[in-house]
Each structure stands twice: as structure tokens, then as C-alpha cells.
């Protein structure tokens, strides 16, 4: 059983349109974690929720919108997707913030 | 400025040479984790290090965290080029939720 699960894999869309990303976690971790690699390779964290509550919401327009309606689940909405959203986005989970189980990533590709 | 930071970037070496990472901060952390990422999937975590000074062994690679507990290394060992991939930093400063990642180091063994 796949432990941090995230659909889709793969998304090529246009400018403009809105998507979203979903993970889920079968862990029974507390902690869920939105990273973003660029294609340097550096991962930077977006979002993470502690039990359903937002704890971490660094510096990302406000056209990224997470979603967590419960402890194993969580979504990611963004809104009017831009050239520079391109990215892999990376799922992941942790217990009382301890190491993090991450997903295989979707690669989000913005034509 | 990244609160960790990994060098060097890229490193290639010939099968059966050694290697090591090095992954320093200003900021001391309660724990310090590498992780291995290869392409098309997600960083998997390798290990944990929790104490300063502490050494841990994982087959032929050997990770150290520094006495002050703002720095780590990775070692391996007689490299094999199974070995090849993208190895990460990892930590979270003391009482912070926010898992903060070193821009990766990428790792290719020749045959």
C-alpha cells in the first residue's frame, strides 16, 4: 500500500485555468507538508497543516490554496496558473515532526 | 539565504572511491535527516540524527552530526554507482514545525 499518495502524476495545462492537486496519507501522521522543487532541484516548503490547522503558510501568491479536510488529506487549488507554476509538487507527511514521508510528486507543466 | 547549506553541488567519482557531503547551518537544530531523492520520485528518508556528536552507520554510508548541532555529514564509502542521485539535508530548527531542505547535492558514480 502506497504510504503519501498524490494524484495526478502528470498535468499539462494552460494558462489561466485552475487545477488542483490531491494527497492523501496512510500513515496516521499528524503533520502534512506542500513543497515545491524547482528545476534546480530545491525543494521550498508552501504549506503545512498540524491536525487540519494551517501552521506554515510561507510567501506564495494567494492563488495557491490548501485544502485539508481531514488529518489524511491534503489538497492543493491553484488558481489561474502562471508560466512560473511549473514545477514538481511534493506531498508529504510526518509525525510529531519527525522525518517526512514524501509522495512520488506531480509535475505540473503550464503551456 | 537558505537556512542550510549543502555542498558541494555536484560531485562524480569513479566506482569504488569516497565521498562525502557536508551540510552546515547558524541555526542548531533538534534533528538533522538526509534523505536520497531519485529521478521521477520523491526524497526517501535514509536517517536521522538526533544527538550532537552522534555517528550513525548505514552500510557503507556513515552520517555525523556536529557537537553543536548545526552541522552534518554524509560519507560513503566505496561508492557504487547504485549509489547515483540527488542526496538532501534536512531539519527543522528547535520547536518549529517547518521542515527546511539544503539545495540538494547531486551524486553520480561511473561505472
Known amino acids: 500500500d502506497t504510504a503519501v499518495s498524490q494524484t495526478p502524476k502528470y498535468l499539462v495545462t494552460q494558462m489561466g485555468n485552475d487545477k488542483s492537486i490531491k494527497c492523501e496519507q496512510n500513515l496516521g501522521h499528524d503533520t502534512m507538508y506542500w513543497y515545491k522543487q524547482d528545476s534546480k532541484k530545491f525543494l521550498k516548503i508552501m504549506f503545512s497543516y498540524n491536525n487540519k490547522e494551517l501552521i506554515i503558510n510561507e510567501t506564495v501568491p494567494n492563488r495557491f490554496s490548501p485544502k485539508s479536510p481531514d488529518k489524511a488529506h491534503l489538497n492543493l487549488h491553484i488558481n489561474s496558473l502562471e508560466l512560473g507554476d511549473s514545477a514538481v509538487y511534493f506531498c508529504?507527511?510526518?509525525?510529531?515532526?519527525?522525518?517526512?514521508?514524501f509522495g512520488q510528486g506531480t509535475r505540473l507543466t503550464v503551456v | 539565504t537558505q537556512l542550510l547549506e549543502q555542498s558541494p553541488q555536484f560531485l562524480s567519482i569513479q566506482e569504488g572511491e569516497n565521498l562525502t557531503v557536508y551540510c552546515n547551518s547558524s541555526s542548531v537544530f533538534s534533528s538533522l535527516q538526509w534523505y536520497r531523492q531519485e529521478p521521477g520520485e520523491g526524497p526517501v528518508l535514509l536517517v536521522t540524527v538526533v544527538t550532537g556528536g552522534e555517528v550513525k552507520k548505514l552500510k557503507r554510508l556513515t552520517f555525523q552530526f556536529g557537537d553543536a548541532r548545526k552541522d552534518s555529514s554524509l560519507h560513503i564509502t566505496a561508492a557504487q554507482p547504485g549509489d547515483t542521485g540527488l542526496y538532501l539535508c534536512a531539519g527543522r530548527p528547535s520547536n518549529d514545525y517547518k521542515l527546511s531542505f539544503g539545495a540538494g547535492t547531486t551524486v553520480t558514480v561511473r561505472a
Open positions: 508529504a507527511s510526518s509525525l510529531n515532526r519527525e522525518a517526512a514521508f
